[in-house]
């Protein structure tokens, strides 16, 4: 055994023993977690850094801007107090955007949030009187964010700082006018940006029994909208076409990808600071790619991959070729199964529709391959959801999106109206390829609309539920009149997808509690030591570079 050899293996033993020894001076548990999303394993425990879903598409009542809509958090009971749903304060929140196909952002959007709590020895309530404004004094836990933006790579510019978040909604009694508070929550920026952050009604409307063997083996568990009366944390952003288009020209470079990340720092220490630098913890695009397509084996490496690594992990793009749903149906109800390899699927979920990528679909919609000023060799295929912003906005929009001739809908970007649960399970079964709906699956979840109607105006989401999720009490429309063209309009759309975990040269995010004073200083020592230690291991090629505690 050499020197060097030897000495690694001591730094590890002492980095153990400085760890497990700054634990117990801390006189509290050292633990360590890395965090996903709901679809994955290791999600469960931390839903606030959980995306659920995206989507992008052009503004029907503003020419020329494109909005997203990124949620986080899912499954938000109204009745959940008395802490309710913040946005969490140890974490980044990001809307990124490729325009060039290399796979990496190219305009990129990072909030950062903010807890005020005024309750201290006093109370446990969120209120403790009725707020009627965001700076009411009743209001006693409060959040604001700061939004930054870099565009090619440059430092981030500070676009916002303490903007106000729309509060979780308790009741009426509590918040008679939530409307009142969503407007104050909406803000205009310089350059016509619009902006929100806040809660709101749960946009995803499907029937989540598709995990019984596929809507219960016999499509009789159908019908009955999951997510209904939940509600969201909800970031929403309109900008510019120029702001996101390559050269700043949506004329010649239409098309556009787009993802979500929460990011956090690689160490935590509970209540007190963080280090070791960011790493991506969860990760959405199209939706529904990370609930059934990757296998579960795979699901928190996706959420912890950045989308220029999608091509390089062979079980990932296998499980696209060659998906699974489409044998469980045929199992199931005896629809044949489409051949493989499926590259109306690679298209749809990693290159975008185009003629130029040789794939079955006989179209040019939603690649970055169309864009007049890419380079071809620099295009990498990857997991986005990609959206054109030339297509005209639709006067009376499809819930079935391209497949039913709608060219603005889903998978061309994703409406909040859009029924992607039927879409992709039309796909999956072939008719994306075949141009043809397959008949047997005509009704598909049968859920086609969001139990809350949608606005016709940023930010488009209805108002956060505010009665019991089993209560039957119903609640009124919570927005305004919509207007006929949206592509928010109708009803709903969307699908949760997404996890995350420790991917190739990943470390999770280590949680380290009670550790104070000298007892912090041997704990961020011995993780430090174990750290140096196993980069210098991995440096073989080994794909999994995570650390687990």
Do not use: C
């Not at 002492?14 to 996903?36: D, E, F, H, Q």
């Not at 149906?329 to 489409?338: F, G, L, V």
């Amino acid at each position: 055994m050499t020197a060097k050899p030897r000495l690694r293996r001591t730094l590890a033993a002492l980095g153990a023993v400085a760890l497990l020894g700054g634990s117990l001076y801390g006189l509290g548990p050292g633990t360590a977690t890395a965090s996903s999303h709901r679809e994955a394993p290791l999600v469960a425990a931390d839903p606030a850094i959980d995306n659920t879903d995206l989507y992008a598409f052009v503004s029907p009542e503003r020419p020329g801007f494109v909005t997203f809509v990124a949620n986080w958090q899912p499954f938000e009971e109204p009745n959940g107090g008395p802490n309710f749903y913040p946005f969490a304060t140890d974490a980044t929140y990001h809307i990124k955007v490729d325009n060039d196909g290399d796979a990496k952002p190219d305009a990129e959007f990072k909030w950062k949030f903010r807890s005020i709590d005024n309750r201290g020895d006093s109370t446990f309530l969120y209120n403790n009187g009725p707020v009627t404004s965001l700076d009411d004094e009743n209001l006693l836990f409060k959040q604001t964010y700061s939004l930054q933006s870099s565009f090619n790579g440059e430092p981030f510019k500070t676009r916002v700082e303490d903007a106000p978040v729309a509060p979780s909604r308790v009741g009426a009694a509590s918040m008679p006018d939530y409307g009142t508070l969503r407007q104050q929550a909406t803000r205009t920026l310089p350059g016509g940006w619009k902006i929100f952050a806040g809660q709101a009604d749960d946009p995803f409307f499907l029937d989540l029994r598709v995990f019984d063997l596929l809507y219960g083996g016999d499509l009789s568990e159908t019908g009955q909208d999951t997510v209904a009366g939940y509600n969201v944390n909800t970031i929403a952003l309109q900008v510019p076409f120029k702001d996101v288009a390559l050269k700043a020209d949506a004329g010649r470079n239409p098309v556009i990808g787009v993802w979500t990340t929460t990011e956090r720092n690689r160490v935590r220490i509970t209540g007190g600071g963080q280090s070791g630098g960011k790493v991506q913890v969860s990760r959405l695009g199209n939706p529904l790619v990370n609930e059934v397509v990757v296998p579960a084996s795979l699901k928190d490496t996706f959420n912890a991959t950045p989308p220029e690594r999608d091509a390089k992990i062979p079980a990932l793009v296998k499980r696209v070729l060659e998906p699974e749903v489409p044998k469980l149906i045929e199992s199931i109800y005896k629809i044949p199964a489409p051949k493989t390899p499926r590259n109306d699927l690679a298209e749809i979920f990693l290159t975008g529709i185009t003629t130029k990528a040789g794939g079955p679909i006989k179209a040019d919609l939603n690649s970055q391959l169309n864009n007049a000023d890419v380079k071809a060799s620099r295009f990498t295929p990857s997991e986005q959801l990609r959206l054109n912003l030339s297509v005209p906005v639709a006067g009376s929009p499809n819930r079935l999106g391209v497949l039913a001739g709608d060219l603005q809908g889903f998978p061309n970007g994703r409406r909040l109206s859009d029924d992607v649960v039927d879409i992709e399970l039309q796909a999956l079964v072939g008719a994306a390829q075949t141009g043809k709906l397959v008949d047997a699956l005509a009704a598909g979840d049968a859920v086609d609309a969001n139990d809350q109607q949608f606005g016709g105006e940023f930010p488009y989401v209805a108002l956060p539920n505010g009665v019991a999720v089993n209560s039957a009490a119903k609640q009124p429309a919570t927005v305004g009149k919509l207007t006929g063209g949206s592509p928010a309009a109708a009803a709903p759309a969307a699908a949760d997808t997404d996890v995350a975990q420790p991917a190739p040269d990943l470390v999770p995010v280590a949680v380290v509690s009670g550790a104070t004073g000298l007892g912090l200083v041997i704990v961020l020592a011995g993780v430090f030591l174990l750290l140096r230690w196993y980069r210098r291991r991995n440096t073989g090629g080994d794909p999994d570079r995570t650390l687990t505690f």
